[in-house]
């Protein structure tokens, strides 16, 4: 087997859209030198999140979180609620991307597939000091990714921009806390967010979900003491990244970073 190349970042890094420094393809991983920005640190995450059915409301855009006029936001109409897939995965957004591109079920297939790859999730070297990755051939033009969280890891708040997505658990557990309301994609800096817009999800080896553009949400490996190892693919390729710091229902734009920034 070639040799696989791996690039260690504190246990507090931020996961996206830092790209790992090499480039591996699915079946021969052979890398390509490539470059990443610095990372910003991640707030902490939010106390707790529920899964209830209240409609969600953010201050608008030009408002203080103290200050803003509470308004509606509307779900995307593009993206039917959460579904329940055959296998008990949850998954949203199941139908077509941009034209000519993969559907979110392919990507979700995609990942799914991979996980099930005992080689290649055998082959990512695990570090205790932070995590590691290769970059995968996704479906399609995809961007896809094998990622280890060693315990305590997280990304910290963030969205995928216009980019569909999905990812699936390989090996241990993660936890996903995410927002079931399209935000403003521009013209604010906080929001504050009305009850009931929260979603907490445990994915376990073998679960794992799809999502729609926008999708604003953390990932986290609570456990203590065991690596986690997931599966992750976008299309298209990250055109950019919001990050978000939240402090209880106010969550606060810290920064957006494009494909120029990464390279």
Not at 76 to 102: F, I, K, N, R, W
Not at 175 to 181: I, K, P, T, V
Request: hydrophobic share 35%; proline share 10%; with cysteine.
């Amino acid at each position: 087997m070639s040799p696989v190349l791996l690039i260690r970042l504190s246990p507090h890094a931020v996961l996206f859209p830092a790209r790992p420094c090499f480039h591996a393809n699915f079946s021969g991983r052979s890398p390509v030198s490539a470059s990443f920005p610095s990372l910003p640190t991640p707030a902490p995450a939010s106390a707790s999140a529920s899964v209830v059915e209240t409609g969600p409301v953010v201050t608008g855009p030009s408002a203080s979180a103290s200050e803003g006029t509470r308004t509606p936001v509307t779900a995307d109409v593009g993206a039917p609620a959460d579904v329940l897939a055959p296998d008990g995965t949850e998954s949203q957004a199941l139908g077509g991307t941009a034209a000519q591109g993969p559907t979110i079920a392919e990507l979700l297939d995609f990942v799914r597939r991979t996980a099930e790859d005992a080689e290649l999730v055998a082959s990512l070297p695990l570090d205790p000091e932070g995590r590691t990755w290769l970059r995968l051939e996704g479906p399609g033009g995809s961007e896809a990714w094998l990622i280890s969280w060693p315990p305590g890891t997280g990304t910290g708040w963030h969205d995928h921009a216009e980019s569909t997505g999905a990812f699936t658990v390989a090996a241990g557990a993660l936890r996903e806390h995410s927002l079931a309301a399209r935000l403003p994609t521009a013209g604010w800096t906080t929001l504050e967010l009305s009850e009931g817009i929260d979603r907490d999800r445990h994915l376990a080896t073998g679960q794992g979900r799809a999502f729609g553009r926008h999708h604003v949400h953390e990932v986290l490996n609570e456990s203590g003491h065991e690596h986690a190892i997931s599966v992750h693919a976008y299309y298209p390729p990250l055109p950019q990244i919001r990050r978000y710091s939240r402090t209880g229902a106010v969550l606060r734009l810290e920064q957006t970073e494009r494909p120029e920034d990464w390279q």
